[in-house]
């Protein structure tokens, strides 16, 4: 679809002026609405500060990141979120802020990694959480390709996209 290439185009012009997220994602909105092509889509966009040790986020119903401790154990980040760009002109996108230790590991995933027919998406979740704990000793780039294989999502896949960015400071 024509208009599918437009969101990222949308989406690189708002972050190079520098905006902090939450003006990023409300500019996109904006500008996805603005182009009438009712298209929709989840974005989660953040900005790593590695001298800082933290990442702050901002969410358009995207589901949340993990954060695995070096110790191993991962959480759900609990962040707060808006709905889906290109839906309402009025939506804001509140950030969070997360303190990232030496170590941990950041996991970006899209929603077709944990949604299947007939699977429950907290299933999906839970898979994805004891999989990113189980293979702790791992660099993050071998964390995703473990992961994938762990979820079945290294093979032929339905209409869903799959991806997996993770990222240690």
Do not use: W
């Not at 500019?27 to 001298?51: Q, V």
């Not at 949604?115 to 898979?127: A, C, K, T, W, Y």
């Not at 704990?133 to 762990?150: I, K, N, Q, T």
Request: glycine share 12%; net charge negative.
């Amino acid at each position: 679809h024509g208009m599918m290439g437009r969101t990222p185009t949308a989406f690189r012009a708002a972050t190079t002026v520098g905006q902090p997220p939450e003006e990023v994602m409300r500019s996109t909105n904006r500008l996805l609405i603005d182009l009438g092509a009712e298209l929709f889509a989840s974005c989660l966009y953040l900005k790593l500060d590695p001298a800082r040790g933290r990442a702050v986020m901002a969410r358009a119903g995207h589901p949340p990141p993990l954060l695995r401790r070096p110790d191993g154990k991962v959480r759900v980040l609990d962040l707060a979120g808006g709905p889906l760009l290109g839906i309402d002109t009025s939506a804001t996108y509140p950030t969070t802020e997360v303190q990232l230790g030496p170590g941990a590991v950041l996991a970006l995933y899209t929603d077709g990694l944990i949604e299947s027919p007939g699977v429950d998406i907290e299933v999906g979740l839970g898979r994805l959480t004891a999989s990113a704990a189980r293979h702790r000793g791992l660099a993050p780039e071998d964390l995703a390709d473990a992961v994938l294989a762990d979820l079945g999502a290294d093979g032929p896949q339905g209409t869903d996209d799959i991806a997996l960015v993770a990222v240690r400071l």
